[in-house]
């Protein structure tokens, strides 16, 4: 069983939607979770950061831990066909060795 | 633009051969990081540095090694190359790699093994 879990996809909604990008995880040490975005032919860019349980938002996007199931969210509303991409949900207990799930290909069709 | 720099963007060679990796950090990010990110490994973590000291280690091989300079830029070394090591590979920095600062990345080289 891998560390991080995290449906690849693909997943296609059309413009607008609500968007639900999921990952599961074992390590219950897991303190740090990010949730980064990449372009085709691009780095990761950090989208959210959450350190341990809780809610945060910021703007179009929300970000979900749940530390007691180990499993957390990213919502993204009014989706628009920039937000396609892969997004990677990461995490690490002390912010150096961050394990990454395997990405989501997401495409926000118009 | 994440601030991140790495050179160069694509890097073609043959096995066997040996390659270097440059990255230059967010301008006052102390921290730098390596990873490797292939189909079907996805994104792994390799090494980090922090201030010119190895601070953790992760996936990589005994081929690999990296360094930070006195500047705070890190090189990536990568030796004996195999056809398995075709990846792409980025770079990431923080502010102190301590406390709670977010890693922002490069926009990776790309390393082609023929």
């Known amino acids: 069983q891998k560390e991080v879990e995290q449906d690849p996809g693909p997943l296609s909604v059309p413009e607008g939607a609500i968007v639900s990008l999921n990952c599961t995880y074992s390590?219950?040490?897991?303190?740090?979770f990010m949730w980064y975005r990449q372009y085709s032919r691009k780095g990761p860019e950090l989208l959210m950061y959450t350190y341990s349980s809780g809610n945060k938002e910021d703007g179009r996007f929300t970000a979900q831990v749940d530390k007691s199931s180990k499993y957390i969210s990213l919502f993204i509303r009014d989706s628009q066909p920039s937000d396609s991409a892969t997004y990677l949900c990461?995490?690490?207990?002390?912010?150096?060795?961050?394990?990454f799930g395997a990405g989501t290909r997401l495409t926000v069709k118009p | 633009d994440s601030g991140v720099t790495q050179t160069p963007k694509h890097l073609i060679t043959a096995t066997g051969q040996r390659v270097t990796l440059r990255c230059s950090p967010r301008?006052?990010?102390?921290?730098v990081y390596w990873y490797q990110q292939s189909l079907d490994q996805g994104l792994q973590f390799l090494i980090q540095?922090?201030?010119?000291?190895?601070?953790a280690k992760g996936n990589i091989l005994e081929r690999f090694s990296a360094q930070q300079f006195p500047d705070l830029h890190s090189e990536l070394n990568l030796s004996s190359l195999e056809l398995g090591d075709s990846a792409l590979y980025f770079c990431?920095?923080?502010?102190?790699?301590?406390?709670?600062?977010?890693?922002?990345f490069g926009d990776g080289t790309r390393l082609s093994i023929l």
């Open positions: 990461a995490m690490s207990y002390n912010n150096n060795d961050m394990r």
């Open positions: 990431a920095s923080s502010a102190d790699g301590y406390s709670n600062q977010p890693q922002h």
């Open positions: 540095y922090y201030n010119g000291e190895e601070r």
């Open positions: 301008s006052g990010d102390l921290s």
């Open positions: 390590n219950s040490a897991f303190q740090y």
